[in-house]
Nanobody
Framework: QVQLVESGGGLEPAGGPQRLSCAAP????????MGWFRQAPGKEREFVAA???????VYADSVKGRFTISRDNAKNTVTLQMNSLKPEDTAVYYC?????????????????????WGQGTQVTVSS
C-alpha cells in the first residue's frame, strides 16, 4: 500500500514559522492533487490546503494569508509553509494525495476525495 511520507513538524512558539513537506514514493507525482489536513485532540480531521496537479491552490479560511502550499514536481514533494502560527494550529498534520479528477472546488477540501495518506506529523504551537 502506497503511503505518503511527511517531514517537518515539532514545537514552535506562537508567531513563528514552520514548514512541512510530503513525498509520494511510487506514485506519478505530477498527476496528483495534493492536500494537507489536520486533526486536533478531540476534534475531527479538517482541511487545511490543497494544490491541484496543475498548481491551483485552495485554502481553509482559518489559514488563508498565513499558510502557503506549493509543489515541486521535479522533487516529487509538496510543501506547506506555515507562518504566524497560532496555538489553535496545534494538531497532527496529514498529507493526502489523489489522482482522480475533481469537478468542483469543494472537492479538494473533502477527505474522502483523497486515496493516499501519510501517517501524520505533530505540530505544536506554544502560547
Amino acid at each position: 500500500q502506497v503511503q505518503l511520507v511527511e517531514s517537518g513538524g515539532g514545537l514552535e512558539p506562537a508567531g513563528g514559522p514552520q514548514r512541512l513537506s510530503c513525498a509520494a514514493p511510487g506514485l506519478t507525482f505530477s498527476n496528483l492533487h495534493m492536500g494537507w489536513f489536520r486533526q486536533a485532540p478531540g476534534k475531527e480531521r479538517e482541511f487545511v490546503a490543497a494544490i491541484t496537479y496543475s498548481g491551483g491552490t485552495v485554502y481553509a479560511d482559518s489559514v488563508k494569508g498565513r499558510f502557503t502550499i506549493s509543489r515541486d514536481n521535479a522533487k516529487n514533494t509538496v510543501t506547506l509553509q506555515m507562518n504566524s502560527l497560532k496555538p489553535e494550529d496545534t494538531a497532527v498534520y496529514y498529507c493526502a494525495a489523489d489522482q482522480r479528477p475533481k469537478y468542483y472546488v469543494g472537492a479538494y477540501s473533502r477527505a474522502n476525495e483523497y486515496n493516499f495518506w501519510g501517517q501524520g506529523t505533530q505540530v505544536t504551537v506554544s502560547s
